[in-house]
């Protein structure tokens, strides 16, 4: 089964400070994805790469950056937390367009 | 209008009942689509892809309308461990997925 690894299960920061959420996935795939999740609004889609040192805005990717310079790792940066970015950050990676996801299993930050 | 919309439930039934969930979309361009399963405070799982012709997978049906543009799941003989929200996803031509903000479904002895 494809494995992916979100670092940390919980997190907790203060305004302004610059967060890094690492992903990697252990099956060769070329998609990877960020979404976060948050009451009411679903998941919606911050950033997806479709290949190595390649990413794509998706729908809410303001005060987000991303990062990935190897296949299997993607990582999330956020600049300068605040408040509103407070919520459940998954990564997704999938094998090619038109399969399905493969989630990690989240990583919940708090900024304070 | 959202791009995927699903009916928010909550759908309470007894176990063994049959329950089917429905959800449209509005790109009538969108290539793939599937049904996935979040049990609280967990990450979706893919439960099944969907197809034209439809598809089952042991007491799970599901199907797809292009012309009306939506899909259903049917779940047969409910079980407890059956409960979870249940996510409608949907595809574009350009690979990027439109998730429903799920139907929740809890399965009462």
């Known amino acids: 089964d494809v494995k992916v690894t979100q670092s940390s299960r919980y997190l907790v920061k203060r305004t302004g400070e610059k967060v890094f959420l690492e992903c990697v996935q252990d099956m060769d795939h070329e998609n990877m994805f960020w979404y976060r999740q948050d009451p009411g609004l679903g998941l919606r889609l911050i950033y997806f790469s479709y290949d190595v040192k390649m990413k794509e805005k998706g729908d809410i990717p303001e005060g987000y950056s991303v990062s990935r310079e190897k296949k299997e790792r993607f990582s999330l940066i956020l600049e300068s937390a605040s408040t509103n970015q407070t919520s459940m950050y998954l990564c997704?990676?999938?094998?090619?367009?038109?399969?399905?996801?493969?989630f990690g299993s989240g990583t919940r930050l708090t900024v304070v | 209008r959202k791009e995927v919309e699903q009916d928010p439930g909550p759908f309470n039934v007894p176990e063994g009942a049959t329950v089917a969930f429905n959800c449209t979309y509005s790109?009538?361009?969108?290539?793939?689509f599937f049904w996935y399963r979040q049990d609280c405070r967990k990450e979706p799982k893919l439960l099944m892809s969907?197809?034209?012709s439809g598809n089952e997978d042991g007491r799970f049906t599901a199907q797809l309308n292009r012309a009306s543009q939506y899909i259903s799941l049917l779940i047969r003989d409910s079980k407890l461990s059956d409960s979870a929200t249940y996510l409608c996803?949907?595809?574009?031509?350009?690979?990027?997925?439109?998730f429903g903000d799920g139907t929740t479904l809890t399965v009462k002895p």
């Open positions: 969907v197809y034209s």
């Open positions: 790109n009538s361009a969108s290539q793939s």
């Open positions: 997704a990676s999938s094998l090619t367009v038109g399969r399905g996801y493969t």
């Open positions: 996803v949907v595809d574009t031509n350009a690979g990027k997925s439109t």
